[in-house]
């Protein structure tokens, strides 16, 4: 049996959507590898360092912030995936 090149391509990897919070910089996403089904991606945090230019970081755990800022945009982000995912 012979097997696919498990390696991750940064060119298959599309963001097909995504919000951020503007104040803790956490980041979700709908995202799709490989034209595969689309699924919801939680973070990366982008933070603005001193001399302006950006940085990303992994979302680690949430603070309370983060968490109703989420709750704030889930019925969108929802309605978004609901609409690339194909009826089962």
């Known amino acids: ?17 995504s919000w951020t919070s503007e104040e803790t910089g956490l980041v979700v996403a709908i995202a799709s590898y490989d034209g595969g089904e689309p699924k919801l991606q939680i973070g990366p945090r982008v933070y603005v360092k001193k001399d302006g230019s950006s940085s990303q970081r992994k979302a680690g755990r949430l603070t309370l912030e983060d968490l109703e800022w989420f709750y704030g945009v889930i019925d969108e982000v929802r309605e978004e995936l609901a609409a690339l995912v194909p009826p089962r």
């Open 1 to 17: 049996m012979a097997f696919k090149n498990s390696a991750y391509d940064p060119d298959k990897d599309k963001i097909l959507k």
